[in-house]
């Protein structure tokens, strides 16, 4: 492997790390919406009278079209956690295969 070779690893490792910190930022957002509709379905369990914001009011809501909603919601989330995770997972794999290139060309 020529210099210039190795020096192109590193880079693409260093992209590798920015997608990674993208990735990780995005799977933590989704899994914050997912534990805040986690919350409110509990709560909404606890309570006769249901309310749904919409722009900048609160308006009556049925208790049962609210749950469908807020779990529709949460297993979208879920599912995009799944795929982020299935892409964090494969970027890492690519990383540690170029690493691991790169630190036998280094021990040369």
């Known amino acids: 492997m020529a210099e210039k070779e190795t020096e192109q690893k590193i880079a693409q490792l260093q992209l590798f790390?920015?997608?990674?910190?993208?990735?990780?930022?995005?799977?933590?957002?989704?899994?914050?919406?997912?534990?805040?509709?986690?919350?409110?379905?509990?709560?909404?369990e606890k309570t006769k009278q249901a309310y749904k914001i919409v722009g900048?009011?609160?308006?009556?809501?049925?208790?049962?079209?609210?749950?469908?909603?807020?779990?529709?919601?949460?297993?979208a989330a879920d599912l995009r956690i799944k795929t982020i995770e299935k892409q964090e997972n494969s970027i890492r794999e690519k990383a540690k295969k170029i690493q691991e290139e790169v630190s036998k060309k280094i021990k040369e």
Not at 17 to 38: G, H, P, R
């Open 17 to 44: 790390e920015q997608s990674l910190q993208n990735i990780t930022m995005q799977k933590q957002q989704f899994q914050s919406q997912s534990m805040e509709i986690e919350s409110a379905l509990k709560e909404l």
């Open 56 to 75: 900048n009011i609160m308006v009556s809501s049925k208790k049962e079209d609210l749950k469908k909603e807020l779990e529709s919601k949460k297993e």
